[in-house]
């Protein structure tokens, strides 16, 4: 297989697979609160430092939901500092903590209540927490990655993210736009040859076509070796750089043609005699 076969076989993940990869991560994320068996989303930013050097700054914890019963004293645990009394409405408005048990407190009735602390606190915390306040206990940490959410949280990543999509978005239309205006360029000067008597009008039309629908066209069913190399041309960047054509003798038949030459090395050759398009390098 040659080399130029092999760069036409870019590797196309059809828009199915996209879909279906994206479905998947969509489910998986809004899945994650059945999958850790949490009334609350499970995951949290660590801010601050209170739990230095387990947990720092900017941490991205994803937690479990508590285990029945008694959590084990020394356990690291996610809760709601105060509440309303309903865990799913409460980690939307109150500050979620993650501290460590240091001491278990079972009420009269039965109620339990763990005494939490900072691991790089001096004291302990000032209430004790609740059982029904416990969202989870960590069961995976990714260092820093709560940056990146807390970037996208603040003014500045708002405004970069609103700025990057907009820069993105302009800069494809433009790219687009650009694209096209390469391709009547290059349209214009075939249709000089054609004017010209250089070119059969039939072979102007079909490569008319070819530039017209180079996306969409399947390479590999095309049957007319001088479209196949003309839409190869223009797909391996042809039209992306800065072209140039000029006169030069046909090696075949030593007649004037048209070579398009081109910045990144791609030279195309219109021969009005034999009516070849080809690319000799
Ligand atoms: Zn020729």
Known sequence: MSVKKIRNMK????????????VIVLCAIAGLPFFMGTQTYPVTVVQGTSMYPTLQNGDLVVFHAPPQGMIANGSIIVFIQTGTGISALDSLMKPVLIHRIVGVVVQGDGK??????GDNNQQVDPELVPADRVLGTPATIVPKAGLIIMFFQSPQGLVATVGVITFIFIGSSEAKMKKEEEKKTFLGVLAQM???DELPEAVFKKFELAVEYVEDLRIDELKDGGVLT??????????D????????????CSSMAANFDCANGLLLVVCPTCNRISTPR
């Open 11 to 22: 590797i196309r993940i059809p828009r199915r697979v996209w879909a279906l990869l994206a």
């Open 112 to 117: 339990i209540n763990y005494q939490t602390k």
């Open 194 to 196: 054609a004017l010209n």
């Open 230 to 239: 003309l839409v190869d041309w223009i797909r391996n960047g042809g039209l």
């Open 241 to 252: 750089d800065k072209w140039k054509v000029r006169k030069a003798p046909c090696r075949k």
